[in-house]
């Protein structure tokens, strides 16, 4: 059986797709990240929790700061990418439930009234969320370098507050000529997948 999914567009998405490392200057725009947004935001989260939230790094200023909370290796890419994306996770997304999940208005209070059931909740589908923002990246004809090689709490303090989790930052652009290292191997099918 093949898949529904156009070849083109599995390359483009998976097969071809590999974290980027260097990128162009040009610059990526406001309406390339709604686009991406307005296309990721469908990805499914438990009670459509949306927990993911997305801070985007562009003056110079800022730069500077977030470089400073990189681990020395990742330095140097996000003080040159074109757009540079803080994802993490609120840890208060439960106040927006009643709103998303408006059937169960009851599950706000009833799942997520203590703080280390929200926090976990958070961080499951907050990561959920940011492989949703990947492949928005690449379906957008963009580079996607995730990196989580970084002082967490430093970010946090920098940029967040005590109710969001830093997850990862994304450097975002049209990939360099040398923007790729080889491809890792992967593990087989029968290496992963287990009936039973």
């Given at each position: 059986?093949?898949?529904?999914?156009?070849?083109?567009?599995?390359?483009?998405?998976?097969?071809e797709a590999r974290t980027a490392n260097t990128f162009t200057d040009e610059p990526v725009?406001?309406?390339?990240?709604?686009?991406?947004?307005?296309?990721?935001?469908?990805?499914?989260t438990a009670f459509n929790q949306s927990p993911l939230r997305i801070t985007l790094v562009r003056s110079a200023e800022a730069r500077e700061r977030l470089v400073q909370h990189m681990a020395e290796g990742n330095q140097p890419k996000t003080a040159t990418a074109p757009l540079?994306?803080?994802?993490?996770?609120?840890?208060?997304?439960?106040?927006?439930?009643p709103q998303l999940f408006p059937h169960f208005p009851q599950a706000k209070d009833l799942f997520f009234s203590e703080r280390p059931a929200r926090e976990g909740a958070?961080?499951?589908?907050?990561?959920?969320?940011?492989?949703?923002f990947i492949i928005g990246v690449r379906a957008a004809g963009l580079a996607?370098?995730?990196?989580t090689g970084l002082d967490f709490e430093g970010v946090r303090k920098e940029f967040l507050d005590d109710d969001h989790t830093p997850l990862m930052?994304?450097?975002?652009?049209?990939?360099?000529?040398?923007?790729?290292?080889?491809?890792?191997p992967r593990?087989?099918?029968?290496?992963?997948v287990t009936t039973v």
């Open positions: 059986m093949s898949l529904v999914l156009d070849p083109a567009a599995q390359d483009l998405l998976f097969r725009t406001d309406e390339q990240v709604q686009a991406i947004y307005d296309l990721v935001k469908y990805g499914p540079v994306a803080i994802l993490s996770a609120d840890n208060e997304f439960h106040e927006e439930l958070a961080g499951l589908n907050a990561a959920l969320q940011a492989a949703y996607a370098g995730p990196m930052v994304v450097n975002i652009g049209k990939p360099a000529d040398d923007a790729w290292f080889p491809r890792s593990l087989a099918y029968d290496e992963v």
